[in-house]
């Protein structure tokens, strides 16, 4: 891997046998030669985010250094999304796994295909405290503001409970 390396921030979720799905959703991200593995942090368990009736999630975020493009880091997501049996036929439904850009370096993006950062990342609890768990200092590219401001901002209705966490010999090909 080359010294040109982006930052990038990987919300990792999923509902359907959860910990399973993680761990190889992880791993997976892990294997591509374009992925330098940074930080990972814990597994939360979260309560759902919808008005769907569903099991609880358990999400993490994940922290690489990418040497491609941001879709294409996309298309490797939704890649191994595909291969772990993801499905998008219920909108906000249960998921085999949920893998997303989060942040990427302090890119603002705003394509079809993709926005960066996350355009609901401000808003859920379960993304932020991994992202803070990872580095207590970043900062929303777009809004400008610490993300512990942000965190600070959203109600207690989001549940966000410590469930474990992956080590390394786990996740790491």
Same mark, same amino acid.
């Given at each position: 891997?080359?010294?040109?390396?982006?930052?990038?921030?990987?919300?990792?979720?999923?509902?359907?046998?959860?910990?399973?799905?993680?761990?190889?959703?992880?791993?997976? *991200?892990?294997?591509?030669?374009?992925?330098?593995?940074?930080?990972?942090?814990?597994?939360?368990?979260?309560?759902?985010?919808?008005?769907?009736?569903?099991?609880?999630?358990?999400?993490?975020?994940?922290?690489?250094?990418?040497?491609?493009?941001?879709?294409?880091?996309?298309?490797? $997501?939704?890649?191994?999304?595909?291969?772990?049996?993801?499905?998008?036929?219920?909108?906000?439904?249960?998921?085999?796994?949920?893998?997303?850009?989060?942040?990427?370096?302090?890119?603002?993006?705003?394509?079809?295909?993709? *926005?960066?950062? +996350?355009?609901?990342?401000?808003?859920?609890?379960?993304?932020?405290?991994? $992202?803070?768990?990872?580095?207590? +200092?970043?900062? +929303?590219?777009?809004?400008? $503001?610490?993300?512990?401001?942000?965190?600070?901002?959203?109600?207690?209705?989001?549940?966000?409970?410590?469930?474990?966490?992956?080590?390394?010999?786990?996740?790491?090909?």
């Amino acid at each position: 891997m080359n010294d040109m390396a982006n930052d990038a921030y990987i919300g990792v979720g999923s509902n359907i046998d959860a910990y399973e799905n993680c761990r190889e959703g992880i791993k997976r *991200v892990l294997e591509h030669r374009g992925v330098r593995f940074l930080a990972l942090s814990s597994l939360y368990s979260t309560s759902p985010v919808s008005p769907i009736p569903q099991d609880d999630f358990l999400n993490c975020a994940l922290k690489v250094g990418w040497t491609g493009s941001p879709l294409e880091l996309l298309a490797l $997501l939704l890649s191994v999304e595909r291969k772990r049996g993801r499905r998008r036929d219920i909108p906000l439904g249960p998921r085999t796994l949920d893998l997303d850009v989060l942040l990427f370096d302090g890119l603002v993006l705003d394509t079809p295909e993709l *926005v960066i950062p +996350h355009p609901r990342l401000h808003e859920r609890r379960f993304v932020l405290v991994p $992202l803070l768990e990872i580095d207590p +200092h970043l900062v +929303h590219p777009r809004l400008g $503001l610490p993300l512990t401001r942000l965190l600070s901002e959203i109600g207690d209705d989001q549940r966000v409970d410590v469930f474990g966490s992956l080590r390394r010999e786990q996740i790491l090909p």
